[in-house]
C-alpha cells in the first residue's frame, strides 16, 4: 500500500481562490476591502519568512495587509497599546500577532487584548468558548485547515474514530472540539497517555500535534487510516544542512496509512488559507453581512 499524498498546497490554492472571488464581492457590492494586521515582534528568520507568506496570500486575495514590526525589547504596555489602536481602526478587520512572543510579555494578556471580532487566530477566551459552545466564533486557523484536509477524503467525518496527539489550546483542544462538531467519536492523547501506541492504532482519523519530530512511527498507524501531520520540526541533515520534518515518520507511516499530509505542503499552506478566510468572515460580521459563501 502506497498512502494518497494530501496535496495542502493544491486545496489551499483552490480555497485561495473562492476567497479572491468573495473579496472581489464585497468590494464591488458594499466598498469595503478587508484588511489584515500582523504584529511582529524582534527578528526570528523563521516567523519573518512566515509572515511573508502570509502577506503575499492576503495580496494575492485582494486584501489589504499592514505588518507591525516591533524590537524584541519592546515592553507589554507598549505592544498593548498598538494592539488598542488597531481595535479602533475600522479599516482593519482581522489582528494577527506572531508567536512565540519574548518572556517579558504575557501572551495571554496579549490575546486576551485583541478584540474578539477581529481575532482572526481564533485564540481569544471568548472565541474559545464560543467554540467549545457551539456558538459561532472566529475559529483557529491550523484546526479549520486539518478538518478541511480531511474532508477532501472523507465526504463526512460522522462516526468515524479520531485521535489527536496533542492538547494544547492552539492545536489539540480546538481540534477535537471541530472534530465532534463533525460528529466524530474523538480521543485526545498526549505525553502522559499509556500506550500511546495502541490508542493511534484505533484511528480512522489521525491527527498528530505533539512538537515532538517523528514521534508516530508507521506500526502506530491504523492500515488505511488518514493521517493528518500538524508537526513542522527542524532537524539537523546531511552535510550539516537542517530539514524539515513533522510529528509522523513519514517514510513509514506513507505504507501503511490510506492518506497522508506531507511535511511541509500539508496542513501549513491551508492553515494560511483559513487565516484568510477568518479575516475575509470578520469583514462580513463586522458589515453586518451573512458570512461569505465559498461553495
Same mark, same amino acid.
Given at each position: 500500500?502506497?498512502?494518497? $499524498?494530501?496535496?495542502?498546497? /493544491? ?8 476567497? =479572491? ?10 466598498? $469595503? ?28 486575495? %485582494?486584501?489589504? &495587509? ?6 524584541? !525589547?519592546?515592553?507589554? /504596555? ?6 488598542? +489602536?488597531? #481595535?479602533?481602526? *475600522? ?12 518572556? +517579558?510579555?504575557? *501572551? ?11 481575532? @482572526? ?10 467554540? &467549545? ?22 465526504? &463526512? ?5 479520531? @485521535?489527536?496527539?496533542?492538547? *494544547? #489550546?492552539? @492545536?489539540?483542544?480546538?481540534?477535537? +472540539? ?12 498526549? *505525553?502522559? !497517555?499509556?500506550?500511546? &501506541? ?22 502506530? $498507524?491504523?492500515? %488505511?487510516?488518514?493521517? !493528518? ?8 541533515? #546531511?552535510?550539516?544542512? !537542517?530539514?524539515?520534518?513533522?510529528? @509522523?515518520?513519514?517514510?513509514? =507511516? ?13 496542513? %501549513?499552506?491551508?492553515? $494560511? ?9 470578520? /469583514? ?12
Amino acid at each position: 500500500m502506497s498512502a494518497q $499524498i494530501i496535496d495542502g498546497a /493544491a486545496a489551499a490554492a483552490r480555497l485561495g481562490e473562492k476567497i =479572491a472571488a468573495a473579496v472581489r464581492r464585497l468590494k464591488v457590492e458594499h466598498g $469595503i476591502e478587508p484588511g489584515l494586521a500582523v504584529v511582529l515582534i524582534g527578528s526570528n528568520p523563521a516567523s519573518e519568512i512566515y509572515v511573508r507568506s502570509k502577506m503575499m496570500k492576503t495580496a494575492a486575495a %485582494g486584501m489589504r &495587509s499592514s505588518i507591525h514590526k516591533l524590537p524584541e !525589547t519592546v515592553a507589554e /504596555a507598549d505592544l498593548l497599546a498598538l494592539l488598542a +489602536q488597531l #481595535n479602533d481602526d *475600522s479599516a482593519v478587520h482581522g489582528i494577527l500577532v506572531q508567536l512565540p512572543l519574548p518572556p +517579558q510579555i504575557d *501572551s495571554r494578556k496579549v490575546i486576551a487584548a485583541i478584540d474578539p471580532a477581529k481575532d @482572526v487566530d481564533g485564540f481569544h477566551p471568548l472565541n474559545a468558548g464560543r467554540l &467549545s459552545t457551539g456558538l459561532a466564533g472566529l475559529q483557529p486557523c491550523t484546526p479549520i485547515a486539518c478538518v478541511v484536509l480531511a474532508k477532501t477524503v472523507h465526504a &463526512s467525518l460522522a462516526g468515524l474514530e479520531a @485521535v489527536v496527539v496533542g492538547r *494544547s #489550546n492552539i @492545536v489539540g483542544k480546538p481540534l477535537a +472540539q471541530l472534530l465532534l462538531n463533525e460528529n466524530a467519536t474523538v480521543t485526545v492523547a498526549h *505525553s502522559k !497517555t499509556k500506550e500511546l &501506541s495502541a490508542v493511534c492504532r484505533r484511528a480512522d482519523l489521525l491527527f498528530a500535534a505533539a512538537g515532538q519530530p517523528e514521534l508516530i512511527r508507521g506500526d502506530w $498507524i491504523k492500515p %488505511g487510516a488518514t493521517v !493528518t501531520d500538524v508537526g513542522i520540526n527542524r532537524v539537523p541533515g #546531511n552535510g550539516g544542512k !537542517t530539514h524539515l520534518v513533522g510529528d @509522523v515518520a513519514f517514510a513509514e =507511516a506513507v505504507a501503511v496509512a490510506g492518506a497522508i499530509t506531507p511535511v511541509p505542503g500539508g496542513v %501549513g499552506p491551508m492553515t $494560511i488559507a483559513c487565516l484568510l478566510m477568518n479575516t475575509l468572515s470578520a /469583514a462580513h460580521a463586522g458589515a453586518g453581512l451573512p458570512p461569505p459563501e465559498l461553495e
